[in-house]
């Protein structure tokens, strides 16, 4: 009996699980949004992110400067004493290897720890970074293409919309309460953009006429929202798990 495998599937590989401290070398505001801060360093000598939603971890020294750097042992990932850093989830916008510069975008917003210190960062200050651990690399030729994101997951998205053959006119429904943030994606001509409330979001997945085949649908944002797109693309609208990606980037309390 011959086993029969579906097409296109996207394919996780691992990296060498490694801690990297860069420094900024330019920073600049884009869309009156996000901080867009270009890191560089020798320590990104063989850094690798495949997936356009890879996740790095950023760790913020703390106001004295000082943090303790972990290292990677046959037993895991060792801290030494002392306070750990705070750290969040970043998603890295671009990697030049040539040059070794990495780019991340910080969304601009009141009270976020990565935020604050994007705020204040001027060139020359350091910070550490951790990953990403692993990647889901996702074919770019889907024929149809839903991504579903509010602030948090725009990064991730232009990293895909940069990637995506010309021939490809995907839907992005971003979740957004600002009007500024509409100008992050305005240079993707070909893109039907549409800026929603949650609400709205679910009554468009809800109606919307999926393909029977050869689609990818990706859904991040708060926990909540995401459970409820992915449980009506899984169990209401019967899609293929295989071929949908569904990730809570953050959580109300």
């Known amino acids: 009996m011959t086993l ?4 296109n599937l996207p394919k996780r590989v691992k990296n ?8 900024i070398k330019s920073k600049q505001t884009v869309a009156g949004c996000f901080h867009r801060i270009v890191f560089t360093s020798p320590d990104l000598v063989g850094f690798s992110s495949q997936g356009f939603d890879d996740h790095i971890k950023v760790f913020f020294p ?15 990932i060792v801290w ?7 750290s969040r989830d970043y998603t890295p916008l671009a990697f030049d290897a040539a040059s070794h510069e990495l780019t991340l975008d910080f969304y601009i917003h009141d009270g976020g720890v990565a935020s604050m210190w994007a705020d204040k960062a001027v060139a020359g200050d350091t910070l550490l970074i951790g ?5 889901l690399v996702v074919p ?13 997951g725009l990064p991730a998205v232009r990293r895909r919309l940069l990637s995506l053959p010309e021939h490809i006119a995907p839907v992005v429904l971003v979740n957004s309460h600002h ?3 509409h100008e992050y994606l305005s240079e993707f001509k070909r893109a039907r953009v549409e800026w929603l409330d949650s609400e709205s979001i ?8 999926f393909p029977d085949d050869d689609y990818f649908v990706w859904v991040t944002g708060e926990g909540r929202d995401v459970k409820q797109l992915s449980d009506e693309l899984l169990e209401n609208r019967g899609l293929d798990g295989d071929y949908v990606r569904a990730v809570a980037y953050w959580h109300n309390k």
């Open 4 to 7: 029969q495998t579906k097409p």
């Open 62 to 76: 703390p106001e004295n400067g000082d943090f303790v750097r972990p290292s990677v042992t046959d037993d895991g």
């Open 179 to 181: 009007a500024h943030t």
């Open 140 to 152: 770019t030729d889907y024929a149809f293409q839903l991504y579903i994101c509010d602030e948090s």
């Open 131 to 135: 990953g990403p651990r692993g990647s």
């Open 80 to 86: 030494g004493e002392g306070p750990r850093p705070i």
């Open 16 to 23: 060498e699980i490694k801690f990297r401290e860069l420094s």
């Open 202 to 209: 679910a009554q468009r997945v809800s109606a919307f006429e």
